[in-house]
């Protein structure tokens, strides 16, 4: 096998997974997580991109005290982001696969 056909089939292999890629990012931004913290008195609506898109808090939380409602507000953040997480990784990982990369390598894209 000569050089210039191993540039090309990487140059090709290149684009493909950049394709996939940029695929795989349009499809997490429409994805959304929903994440809710105190037993549903705060909700969060968060794209795979973690893009918040909306912040429920129930109006009887709203007489508590502050810290709490930050505290719960944190909390459904944190757990909408994870979620988010764990979705991109998949997702990602779905783009690389058939590269024919070796174990370890996908994971680099």
């Known amino acids: 096998m000569n050089i210039n056909m191993l540039m090309q089939q990487a140059q090709r292999m290149q684009k493909e997974v950049e394709t ?3 695929k795989a990012k349009e499809e997490l931004a429409l994805v959304e997580v929903h994440a809710e913290a105190g037993g549903g008195l705060v909700k969060v609506t ?15 939380l709203l007489q508590d005290d502050p810290d709490m ?3 719960l507000i944190a909390a459904a953040m944190n757990d909408a982001a994870r979620q988010a997480e764990a979705i991109s990784e998949e997702r990602m990982k779905s783009a690389n696969q058939g590269m024919g990369l070796p174990p370890g390598l996908a994971g680099l894209f």
Not at 46 to 60: F, G, H, L, S, W
């Open 46 to 60: 968060m794209t795979a991109r973690n893009v918040v898109k909306r912040i429920q808090i129930d109006p009887e």
């Open 69 to 71: 409602i930050e505290d």
């Open 20 to 22: 996939n890629l940029k």
